[in-house]
């Protein structure tokens, strides 16, 4: 069974810069694209950056210059290293498992972690 866990989440000033683990267990999370989400109170959830199993990253422009994701296959975990927060950046964080094709990422609907709580607050 597959399960993917986000930690690292919390109250972040502006200007700050977390990041966000999503460790796998039961898969081996090089073998698939990771993506990034963020569902932020009262809207739809969005995908915010995503990793090819070949490590190619795609993001979006809400993303573009100040997050970055990456994979340490050893930890067998895929990170979101996020810099000069905004308010607006408040959101639950989710890891998702799937598919990329042509730089577009497909969700595995079973493939969800719990998420994590980021707030951008002074």
């Known amino acids: 069974q597959v399960q993917l866990v986000e930690l690292g989440g919390g109250l972040v000033q502006p200007g700050g810069s977390p990041r966000l683990p999503c460790a796998a267990f039961g898969q081996i999370c090089s073998r698939h694209a990771t993506g ?13 950056a995503h990793i090819t199993s070949g ?5 979006a422009d809400s993303a573009k210059g100040r997050f970055t ?6 930890k067998n975990t895929v990170y979101l290293q996020m810099n000069s927060l905004k308010p607006e950046d ?5 890891c ?3 598919t990329s094709f042509s730089g577009t990422y497909f969700p595995r609907n079973d493939y969800w972690g719990q998420g994590t709580q980021v707030t951008v607050s002074s």
């Not at 990034?36 to 915010?48: D, G, I, P």
């Not at 490590?55 to 993001?59: A, E, F, L, R, V």
């Not at 408040?90 to 989710?94: G, N, R, S």
């Open 36 to 48: 990034w989400y963020r569902q932020a109170s009262a809207k739809q959830r969005e995908l915010v």
């Open 55 to 59: 490590g190619s990253t795609n993001y």
């Open 69 to 74: 994701i990456s994979r340490d296959n050893a």
């Open 90 to 94: 408040t959101a639950v964080y989710y």
């Open 96 to 98: 998702n498992q799937g």
